[in-house]
C-alpha cells in the first residue's frame, strides 16, 4: 500500500500524522509513506526527515487578514501559489500513485488532498480543534472521511455530518503509561502536597509569565500549600526568574517551586498533576483529555480565528475544565481559582471524568482502523 501524509504549519498537525504513518506502517509492513509540505525552513521539512519518512514540498502558503500594503502583496502571491501547488500536486500523484491520501491540517494540506479527491483517490483529512479552520472547511465537502479530533457541534460546522466520525486526536505514548501515583513516585513527590503544573506553549507566553511571578509570590506569601511546576518557554525563564526576586522569592529558598525553561517530560508532570493550567491548543486539549485532567484554561488570543477559545469552551461547556479568558485572568483570580479545586477534591474528580468523555480512549487505533477500512 501506498499512503500519502499531507500537513505543515504547526507540530500539531505534523507531529498526529508522523505517529499515524509509524502506525500504519506496524499494522501493514511494507506500507510506503510520502509525506507532503509546504516549501521553505518550514516545520515539516525538519519533522518528518528526522523521523525518517520522505518528504516532497508544494509553494503554498495561508492568506492574511490584515489588508495593508504587506498584506497585499502576501496575498497576491498566495494566489500565484494556489496555481503553481495545483501542478506541483498532481506531478506528486501520477508519480507516487497513492492507495490513500491523509491530510492533517494546515494550509500545505490542501492542494494534495484536493487533487487525489478530485481523481477519486480516497481521501480523508483530520481536525484537531473543536472548530474547522478554513483548510478543512475547503476540504470536508470534497473528502471520503472527516474525522475531528472533539466530539464538538458536528452538525453546524460540516456540510456532510454523515462523512465525520469523532476519532481524538493521537498523542504520544507516554501520556497513557503511568497514574498519578506512578508518575509523582517517579518525580519524588513524597510529602501528599497536591502539585499544580502550568505551562503556556513551548516558546511560552510574555505576559502570562508576567502574571506567573505574581501568582507564585502569592504562593509563596500562603506558605507554598501545593507544589508548582511551571515552564517558561525557552525565551522567557531568565525574565520570569529576575521578576521573581525582584519580589523577593529566590527559587532556591522554596523546593515546592519548580520553574523551568522548558518541561521536557510533560507526559510525567501532567499525569502526576492535580490541576493544570494552560493554553487551549488543539495537542494540549488532547493531552488533557487522554491524562482526563481538570484545567484553567487561558486561550491565547492571538492566534487565528480564536480557535483556542472555541476549544476551550466544549471542555468548559462539557463540565470538564475552567475557561478563563486572558483579560481576566489576574494572578489573584487565577490563585483563588486554583486553590479553590485544590480544595474541592469531588469537583476535580467529576471534571476529569467529563473531559474523558469527549473523545475515544485510543484515538491512534481509530484513526487506523478508520483509513485502513478507506484504503480496503
Known amino acids: 500500500m501506498r499512503v500519502i501524509f499531507t500537513c505543515g504549519g504547526t507540530a500539531g498537525h505534523i507531529n498526529p500524522a508522523l505517529a499515524l504513518a509509524k502506525g500504519i506502517q506496524e499494522r501493514r509492513p511494507g506500507t510506503e509513506v510520502l509525506f507532503v509540505g509546504a516549501a521553505g525552513d518550514s516545520m515539516e521539512s525538519h519533522l518528518v526527515p528526522q523521523a525518517g519518512f520522505a518528504l516532497r514540498q508544494v509553494n503554498i502558503n495561508s492568506f492574511r487578514r490584515k489588508l495593508n500594503a504587506e ?63 478554513l483548510t478543512t472547511k475547503r476540504l470536508a465537502k470534497h473528502v471520503d472521511k472527516v474525522m475531528v479530533g472533539i466530539a464538538g457541534d458536528i452538525e453546524v460546522h460540516y456540510p456532510h455530518p454523515e462523512k465525520v466520525v469523532v476519532t481524538g486526536t493521537p498523542v504520544r505514548p507516554g501520556f497513557y503509561t503511568r497514574t498519578r501515583k506512578e508518575a509523582r513516585a517517579q518525580l519524588g513527590l513524597t510529602d501528599g502536597k497536591p502539585l499544580v503544573l502550568s505551562c503556556w506553549g513551548s516558546l511560552g507566553a510574555v505576559e502570562m ?19 508548582h511546576i511551571h515552564g517558561t518557554g525557552k525565551w522567557y525563564y531568565d525574565d520570569t526568574v529576575n521578576a521573581l526576586q525582584a519580589k523577593g522569592v529566590k527559587l532556591a529558598d522554596h523546593p515546592a517551586l519548580d520553574v523551568r525553561a522548558y518541561i521536557d517530560d510533560m507526559a510525567l508532570c501532567m499525569a502526576a498533576a492535580d490541576v493544570v ?35 476551550a469552551r466544549v471542555l468548559a461547556d462539557a463540565g470538564g475544565a475552567v475557561l478563563l479568558p486572558e483579560p481576566e485572568c489576574s494572578p489573584q483570580r487565577l490563585y483563588e481559582e486554583v486553590t479553590r479545586l ?9 471534571m476529569g471524568e467529563a473531559v474523558a468523555k469527549l473523545a475515544p480512549p485510543d484515538a491512534t487505533a481509530l484513526i487506523l482502523d478508520t483509513l485502513l477500512s478507506l484504503a480496503g
Open 71 to 133: 498584506g497585499l502583496r502576501h496575498n497576491l502571491m498566495a494566489a500565484r501559489n494556489i496555481f503553481r501547488s495545483r501542478r506541483q500536486a498532481a506531478a506528486i500523484l501520477d508519480e507516487f500513485r497513492p492507495d490513500l491520501v491523509v491530510g492533517t491540517g494546515g494550509f500545505a494540506s490542501y492542494p494534495v488532498t484536493r487533487e487525489a479527491a478530485r481523481r477519486g483517490v480516497p481521501t480523508a483529512i483530520h481536525e484537531s480543534n473543536a472548530v474547522p479552520g
Open 209 to 227: 509569565n508576567r502574571r506567573m511571578a505574581d501568582f507564585l509570590a502569592l504562593c509563596v506569601e500562603n506558605g507554598c500549600p501545593f507544589r
Open 277 to 311: 493550567l494552560c493554553r487551549a491548543g488543539a495537542s494540549t486539549i488532547s493531552e488533557l483529555i487522554a491524562l482526563a485532567k481538570p484545567a484553567v484554561l487561558v486561550p491565547s488570543p492571538n492566534v487565528t480565528g480564536d480557535h483556542q477559545t472555541k476549544n
Open 342 to 350: 485544590l480544595n474541592a477534591p469531588a469537583e476535580r474528580k467529576a
